[in-house]
């Protein structure tokens, strides 16, 4: 396959885990975005693990 497929499908999933964790942890507008930073950390551990 190619590789652009695996690109297009990871950036959709991504993107969806990312707004669902967003929403699910920053309750109210104006404060600090902790949904996007826990996503975006996570996506970081998980990266690092997988490149080893």
């Known amino acids: ?10 950036g959709g999933l991504g993107s969806v885990a990312r707004w669902s964790i967003a929403r699910w942890l920053t309750p109210q507008e104006g404060s600090f975005p902790m949904g996007t930073f826990v996503a975006n950390i996570s996506a970081c551990l998980i990266l690092g693990l997988l490149m080893g």
């Not at 190619?2 to 990871?10: H, Q, S, T």
């Open 1 to 10: 396959m190619p590789a652009w497929i695996f690109v297009f499908f990871g």
